[in-house]
Nanobody, 120 residues
Framework: VQLQASGGGLVQAGGSLRLSCSAS????????MGWFRQAPGKEREFVAS????????AYADSVKGRFTISRDNARNTLYLQMNSLKPEDTAVYYC??????????????WGQGTQVTVSS
């Protein structure tokens, strides 16, 4: 699976962004998908996950209620809607895929990152 993330940018605190991750190659619908992020000087951390069927989602406590993960299997695309953004959400965001996963914890594939910067 080849993953291509997009949609990052600069936004003021309280604003919104929608990230997209386009997949090509193997059957997208067979993969659980997730978003991770890495801030400067910090380790990469889990943000959100959606099962291969789309029926199950999970979020980090820090984004719960503000971010929404979704997928469109017909378009081979993963999304992350980010609302009420905070400066601490500033990071490089990565999409990832794990075969038949309900919860993505050990991705088989990673996309390149997209930078999200939230100004105060």
């Amino acid at each position: 699976v080849q993953l291509q993330a997009s949609g990052g940018g600069l936004v003021q605190a309280g604003g919104s962004l929608r990230l997209s991750c386009s997949a090509s190659g193997r059957t997208f619908s067979s993969y659980g998908m997730g978003w991770f992020r890495q801030a400067p000087g910090k380790e990469r951390e889990f943000v959100a996950s959606i099962s291969w069927s789309g029926g199950s989602t999970a979020y980090a406590d820090s984004v719960k209620g503000r971010f929404t993960i979704s997928r469109d299997n017909a378009r081979n695309t993963l999304y992350l809607q980010m609302n009420s953004l905070k400066p601490e959400d500033t990071a490089v965001y990565y999409c990832a895929a794990e075969f038949r996963a309900t919860y993505v914890s050990a991705p088989h594939y990673w996309g390149q990152g997209t930078q999200v910067t939230v100004s105060s």
